[in-house]
């Protein structure tokens, strides 16, 4: 597809679980953000790849949150161990390669409700 | 600690007036400045981006950066019920070879008929 896509749109898991979210960006886009939105609230930013250079993983909220991109495009964002309080919906951006850009393109979200 | 800060609103105006809505940053060596448009429930969408002193328009949006003051504003003329929704403020830091975004937590704009 065109767009920046994430899966699944919803997810609803029991406290406990551990839970994988999955984001397909823009092919040729080298920059990929996932950040988390709680109801009513700003965005909290999580992690950033950037090409080939380590990603800044320092909005990570706690070790139980993990997120890899294998061969510079799809990106997994893992939460074990899942508590109440990951619920949010967790957004994954993408940009393209031009040196100076924060022109995002967002995903539709994967809405995730912990019981 | 790079801040961007936005006033929470809601903002409310009349259809077909001026919104403005203002942004500040911390970062005096800031170089790119966006705004972006979320409707309740939907992700957040680029409208504008700005990078150099003074006004830049697109349709009935106008982006404003003063890098002096430290601010960056976005006027939205003839305002429409449609254009209800909260605007983001982003920056990217000086900061080298790291171009994470910075946000703000945005303002709320309702636009009445």
């Known amino acids: 597809g065109a767009g920046v896509s994430q899966s699944p749109s919803n997810k609803v898991t029991e406290k406990g679980k551990d839970v994988e979210l999955r984001c397909d960006p823009i092919?040729?886009?080298?920059?990929l953000y996932w950040y988390r939105q709680s109801l009513g609230q700003g965005l909290e930013f999580l992690i950033y790849f950037q090409g080939n250079s380590a990603p800044d993983k320092s909005g990570l909220p706690s070790d139980r949150f993990s997120a890899e991109r294998t061969g510079g495009s799809v990106s997994t964002l893992t939460i074990q161990r899942t508590q109440q309080e990951d619920s949010a919906v967790y957004l994954c951006?993408?940009?393209?390669?031009?040196?100076?850009?924060?022109?995002?393109?967002f995903g539709e979200g994967s809405r995730l409700t912990v019981l | 600690q790079k801040e961007v800060e936005q006033n929470s609103g809601p903002l409310s105006v009349p259809e077909g007036a001026i919104a403005s809505l203002n942004c500040t940053y911390s970062d005096r060596g800031s170089q790119s400045f966006f705004w972006y448009r979320q409707y309740s429930g939907k992700s957040p969408e680029l409208i504008m981006s700005i990078y150099s002193n003074g006004d830049k328009e697109d349709g009935r949006f106008t982006a404003q950066l003063n890098k002096a003051s430290q601010y960056v504003s976005l006027l939205i003329r003839d305002s429409q019920p449609s254009d209800s929704a909260t605007y983001l403020c982003?920056?990217?830091?000086?900061?080298?070879?790291?171009?994470?975004?910075?946000w703000g937590l945005g303002t709320s704009l309702a636009v009445n008929p």
């Open positions: 982003a920056v990217i830091p000086y900061a080298g070879n790291n171009r994470k975004l910075i």
């Open positions: 951006a993408s940009s393209r390669p031009s040196g100076n850009t924060g022109e995002l393109f």
């Open positions: 092919s040729g886009h080298t920059a």
